[in-house]
């Protein structure tokens, strides 16, 4: 059976920095991702990895001050979140696919419960 369980997620103030962790169980993933979602809005895309973390993807608003990488010996991916802002607050997903990375929701396969992450000002 394939679960998906963020962690780390919690309560920072804006410049803080958090870092959240997904570990996968069942089986291995080409790719993963992470994604938001804020009240009253769709779920977004964050930041994408591919199997050998050789390649990286992520959302404008992020660059430069999240990080997506993983650890395929713990079959885990995990996102560095510096600087934080209140716009940041939302529930965090993990996903994964046999795929391609990408920014697609559609595209992923498996999805996490899901972590908050509130920012205050």
């Known amino acids: 059976q394939v679960q998906l369980v963020e962690s780390g997620g919690g309560s920072v103030q804006a410049g803080g920095s958090l870092r959240l962790s997904c570990a996968a169980s069942?089986?291995?993933?080409?790719?993963m991702g992470w994604f938001r979602q804020a009240p009253g809005k769709e779920r977004e895309f964050v930041a994408a990895?591919?199997?050998?973390?050789?390649?990286?993807y992520s959302e404008d608003s992020v660059k430069g001050r999240f990080t997506i990488s993983r650890d395929n010996a713990k079959n885990t991916v995990y996102l560095q979140m510096n600087s934080l802002k209140p716009e940041d607050t939302a529930v965090y997903y993990c996903?994964?696919?046999?795929?391609?990375?990408?920014?697609?929701?559609?595209?992923?396969?498996?999805w996490g419960q899901g972590t908050q992450v509130t920012v205050s000002s």
């Open positions: 996903a994964a696919t046999g795929g391609r990375a990408t920014s697609r929701t559609g595209e992923y396969d498996y």
């Open positions: 069942g089986r291995t993933f080409s790719a």
């Open positions: 990895i591919n199997w050998r973390g050789s390649s990286t």
